[in-house]
């Protein structure tokens, strides 16, 4: 059991630099559009619909997918506390290990399909027909990798659940 534990402190060490990407992919976005507006009211530049445009979409895609897993970890994401509130620590334990298990299910045939797409995506060699014209491949394949981290996060938050659920039987 001691690979697990390394694997495990590796995929943190994975999903917290994923979050640093995210935090640093967040003030160059607030810039690049901030910096289309006063080019576009100070010199009569084209603005948001050039470059700043595409750095924004493409960080916010980033920061989305790949901040996830961590945001989940951390316990920071949205819940449905009123229903959840209502029942007994046991049911509540059930209830997380279900949806959990059912997340983890989901995110991993995204995460399949995801890398099928970006994969078909760089053998055809489609472009973004934008001002850059970068890959599309290159731009999405945060997405499957984004997935696979919530695919791991979930089966752990659903193995957590498991056992505080087996723990409660008393």
Same mark, same amino acid.
């Given at each position: 059991m001691k690979w697990v534990r390394k694997a495990a402190i590796c995929y943190d060490k994975v999903i917290f630099a994923c979050f640093l990407i995210g935090l640093v992919s967040l003030p160059i976005s607030v810039l690049a559009v901030n910096t289309g507006i006063i080019g576009r009211s100070v010199f009569g530049t084209a603005g948001l619909k050039g470059w700043s445009l595409e750095i924004m979409a493409y960080s916010m895609? !980033?920061? =989305?997918? $790949?901040?996830?897993? +961590?945001? $989940?970890?951390?316990?920071?994401?949205?819940t449905m506390d009123l $229903?959840?509130?209502?029942?007994?620590?046991? =049911?509540?334990? %059930?209830?997380?290990?279900? =949806?959990?298990?059912?997340?983890?299910?989901? +995110?991993?045939?995204l995460a399949w399909y995801g890398t099928l797409l970006v994969h078909r995506l760089f053998v055809v060699g489609e472009v973004i027909p934008t001002e850059w014209e970068p890959l599309k491949g290159?731009?999405?394949?945060?997405?499957?990798?984004?997935? !696979?981290? %919530?695919?791991?996060?979930?089966?752990?938050e659903t193995l957590k659940s498991?056992?505080? +659920?087996r723990g409660s039987h008393g």
């Open positions: 895609l !980033y920061i =989305t997918f $790949l901040g996830s897993a +961590w945001t $989940l970890r951390e316990g920071k994401h949205p $229903l959840i509130s209502a029942v007994k620590p046991r =049911t509540r334990w %059930l209830l997380n290990a279900f =949806t959990k298990g059912v997340s983890t299910i989901m +995110w991993l045939i290159a731009i999405v394949v945060g997405i499957p990798i984004g997935c !696979y981290l %919530l695919f791991i996060q979930c089966a752990r498991v056992r505080s +659920w």
